[in-house]
């Protein structure tokens, strides 16, 4: 189906959404909206009081990033009425409807499933993981950059883990003239560490390479900077932690030893939104258009 031939609601979500919306009208489709502050780029978008409304007849449904609650409920910004995801709203799409998030709980794949309703969760899908980590890494060093008294240049930063937001989190801090330890459990990982010029750490060496870092960057949602490793660390190091909430940090342990620790969920939509709802965008619209695709018809 032509893009410009959809029918697509957005319901929820921050200030990625409103670009998301405007790519789509921009691209021609009909859309319509719950939830998002109302905004005069919009233009022929049409603003629904309800889900129900915004779903009716949708071949394409788009959900906040962090899909939605237990009851339902799709997140909105601060001051706008709450939006409500239903059975009912979803057996008012359009037959062979898609319902798009970053990623979903129990309550909404059980709704798709019972609306017999094809439901994509694009967090982890590389193409949106990869273009997403840039926003990520950016903000990442934006936050360690106003927490520290000194410069990034020069400075011993260390990334515990070397997936999508470690390695451009390295690679931007090599841009910046930092000296850049990866720190990974994988062989593999650390051996791409040092063909990037990167020094490299195994994890079990974790506690001997904090005691020499200015900062830490953490993008592993596991409990690695726990109170013994925190120890070795000298008092004013800077944690920047990434992974998802609550993080990989003891943040006792933390304010303990007199660290600069934070927490850094959901960056892209805080730092760059209007980047990051242009990829959102951007792999919806590829995924609709693999998914129209002859061969994986035939597939």
């Known amino acids: 189906m032509e893009t410009a031939a959809l029918n697509v609601a957005v319901l929820g979500g921050d200030r990625r959404c409103g670009e998301v919306i405007t790519h789509f009208v921009g691209l021609g489709a009909r859309v319509r909206v719950a939830g998002v502050p109302w905004e005069e780029r919009f233009g022929e978008a049409v603003a629904c009081s309800s889900a129900e409304e915004a779903c009716a007849g949708s071949d394409v449904l788009i959900l906040p990033v962090q899909g939605a609650g237990e009851d339902g409920t ?179 342990a933390a304010r303990e030893f007199g660290l600069k620790a934070q927490l850094a969920p959901g960056l892209p939509g805080k730092v760059a939104p209007v980047t990051a709802g242009r990829i959102i965008a951007e792999t919806i619209v590829r995924y609709l258009a693999r998914s129209e695709s002859p061969e994986e018809r035939e597939a």
């Open 74 to 252: 799709v997140f909105t910004e601060p001051g706008v009425p709450l939006c409500r995801l239903t059975a009912a709203a979803l057996a008012a799409v359009a037959p062979e409807a898609r319902v798009f998030t970053g990623i979903a709980g129990k309550h909404l794949r059980n709704l798709c499933r019972d609306a017999g309703v094809a439901l994509v969760e694009f967090r982890e899908a590389d193409e949106f993981a990869i273009a997403n980590s840039i926003p990520s890494a950016e903000g990442a060093i934006q936050m360690a950059m106003e927490a520290a008294p000194f410069t990034i240049c020069d400075s011993h930063c260390l990334v515990l883990g070397f997936g999508r937001t470690g390695r451009s989190l390295a690679l931007l801090l090599k841009g910046l003239q930092a000296r850049v330890t990866v720190a990974s459990r994988h062989e593999v990982d650390l051996a791409w560490a040092r063909a990037s010029g990167y020094g490299a750490l195994a994890l079990e060496r974790l506690a001997e390479g904090a005691g020499s870092a200015d900062i830490l960057f953490n993008t592993v949602p596991a409990p690695l900077l726990n109170r013994s490793v925190l120890s070795r660390c000298r008092r004013g190091t800077i944690i920047i932690d990434v992974a998802t909430a609550p993080g990989g940090t003891d943040w006792q």
